[in-house]
């Protein structure tokens, strides 16, 4: 092997290094969220779509030419996104080198935009208590100065792309320099760096800055009810919805308690913050003050407002329920909606949570794209 190779098989150890690094540790990532990238003068090595990062291998990415995504950049597209999209992802395919049978992150456009070796995309609890707050931009500009580049919420895919492209020529422009975070509305952030060490530095840096802003503490999560409650609770409801009791999931801590013990205090987590939160946990909650014993007549009537069952269940006084598939998939639910809270939390910080809008869920609810994800992490 020569030294060139060598070199570049190196930095992709880095990539499965940093990957897991950040895709351990569920205050950056939970399940399939986050995507991560290589990239050389010619090819881009980037996560595959629904793979977690934190148990990721070589076989975890997809390889593509550099050359063929510049085509995206300047190709004209559809209006119409159901005709866009599809639009999009062909010339994605196109671009793939290996594996065939693998899709590339739907945000590889804004991987081969940044202008760094390495970077990552995550969605920490911190930033989005930030990022999904009603005063985000103006505390974003405060906390990390005039340089922050920040995106106001564009559905993902293409539109987000070239809202980003636009915003990146427009910062270089006016900085005379590459932009290393993106702060995406709703969504995360995106941060470049030619070692994974820079890319590291600069997680921790605004970890920092946020932390020092937000005064408040999560309440006291000592609050555990006993395995038997737990099992008790989950088997109740899932003889009564005819559904095996792996899948369903109870919990209860001091923080699932301060939302659950009325439903004006359950309206700051009712609606999805994230494009993360409506594919794992959709974007409708039911939230019932109706014994467990009674639980059946509720969501019956939650299944015919909705055709399916509610991912989450919150019960008044007691926790929350997560239903899906099978246990594994029942946990990140959970998780995902455990995290969600703290986003509220937290966003106190910064004048109070902002949802997404019904446009911005019903897009992301019908894309074709995110329920693929959703397939493949849930796996």
Known sequence: MDSRNSSIELQKEKLIEISRYYGNNPEYIIAGGGNTSYKTKEKLWIKASGVSMADIDEDGFVCLSREKLKIISTKSYSQNSLIREPQVKGDLQKAIISPSNKRPSVETSLHELMDFAFVVHTHPTLVNALMCSRKAKRSAKKLFGRKVLFIEYTDPGYVLYKKVEEETVRFRDKFSSEPSVIYLQNHGVIVGGNTIDEIKEIYV?????????ITLQLPDKKTHPSLEYAKKISSNIAAQLEIAPSNVLFRTNGLIQYFVQNNRDFEKVDKPFTPDDIVYCRSDYLFTSAATTEINEVVDRYKKRHGSLPKIIALQGKGLI???????????VMDIFENMMKVSFYSESFGGPQFMNPEQIDFIDNWEVENYRRKVSMK
């Open 322 to 332: 997560a239903i899906d598939e099978s246990e594994k998939s029942a946990r990140i």
């Open 205 to 213: 840096d605004i970890e920092k800055k946020i932390r020092n802003h």
